[in-house]
């Protein structure tokens, strides 16, 4: 049940916002998670998928047949919205065999399925509960089991855990990613939370402006980014302009360092990403990459600090963590300086 782009472009009237050629398949039972900054245009692809909105050039399949023309109740997609969308004057049990009795699903056995739903997500015990006696996190579930009520070809996770609390939604991911995988369900997740993102999908899309940067497993995405547009986004770094001198060896204007050039040329302009936890502090001997300065701003994160390291001539700091600050020097490994085409 694979959902496919195909060269998908959409403007909203009168602007230059919307989509641009975007071309990828969600693989039966995959979850792609879409992350990118405000105006990247992820909303908008799932409102174009669900029907929401329409009005695209190329093409969007599910399981080979042509969205373009199918009203949105004829789509077979379930759909989990940031704010739960439940029926307020529903129980449980009949919130989850909503879309069953819509498709004139007798009432015995939609009972029967919702049943075993709210089973699957860990609410069996609350079937008769009115939905507005559950937590967010409940609620949330209660949305999942919705969802799947209908045996969706795909399902589209809108922000779905945007608006809960901190402290419930590490566990609520895991728990949605669990049942996603129970029920095979081809997935797109669009989140703002990189975090989850990583933590959630087979591979990750990163969007800007309309347009796919790149789309790869949530590990490559964070340590083989295609572009310093992606680097930029995707989790913190220290990215710093320079130039390749020779054959590992790059001239950063305040320090020359030792990294992979792979087939880079003498004078070639590039960007070298440096993550923080690559950062070494006051690493012993003479290792490559040393560069001495000072500490600058701090942040307490429990289990580690997050400083400012002033080396100087940079034009800024290199962003760093560990458990206890430097005296006075970092090093950052040659493997872990990743460099960018300018």
Do not use: W
Request: charged share 20%; net charge positive; with cysteine.
């Amino acid at each position: 049940m694979s959902l496919a782009f195909h060269q998908l472009s959409y403007n909203y009237p009168g602007t230059r916002q919307g989509l641009k050629d975007l071309s990828f398949t969600v693989n039966s039972g995959e979850l792609i998670a879409v992350i990118g900054p405000s105006g990247s245009g992820k909303s908008t692809l799932l409102k174009l998928v669900s029907g929401l909105t329409s009005g695209h050039s190329g093409h969007i399949t599910l399981h080979g047949q042509d969205l373009a023309n199918k009203p949105v109740h004829e789509r077979n997609i379930g759909m989990v919205f940031q704010n739960y969308a439940l029926f307020p004057h529903l129980n449980v049990l009949d919130n989850v065999a909503y879309g069953l009795r819509l498709r004139k699903m007798a009432k015995a056995p939609s009972h029967a399925k919702a049943a075993a739903l709210l089973e699957a997500v860990g609410l069996s015990a609350f079937a008769d509960r009115a939905v507005t006696q559950l937590s967010g996190g409940q609620q949330q579930r209660v949305a999942l089991a919705r969802a799947l009520a209908i045996d969706p070809q795909a399902l589209l996770l809108d922000e779905p855990l945007a608006a809960l609390d901190a402290s419930i939604r590490g566990h609520l991911r895991d728990q949605i990613r669990e049942i996603q995988k129970r029920f095979n369900a081809t997935t797109l997740l669009v989140t703002h939370d990189q975090e989850e993102a990583l933590a959630m999908a087979d591979r990750v899309a990163v969007l800007k402006d309309g347009c796919l940067l790149q789309l790869s497993t949530p590990k490559d995405i964070y340590e083989q980014p295609a572009s310093t547009a992606v680097a930029q986004f995707v989790g913190l770094s220290t990215i710093f302009p320079g130039r390749v001198l020779s054959t590992d060896l790059i001239d950063l204007g305040f320090a020359r360092l030792v990294a992979p050039t792979h087939k880079r040329v003498p004078g070639q302009s590039i960007h070298a990403l440096m993550r923080p936890e690559h950062v070494q502090i006051d690493p012993p001997g003479n290792p490559a990459n040393l560069m001495t300065g000072r500490v600058g701003a701090q942040r307490y994160l429990g289990a580690v600090s997050r400083f400012d390291f002033h080396v100087p001539g940079a034009d800024k700091p290199l962003l760093a963590e560990s458990r206890e600050l430097p005296r006075h020097a970092v090093s950052v490994a040659p493997e872990h300086i990743r460099l960018l085409d300018s």
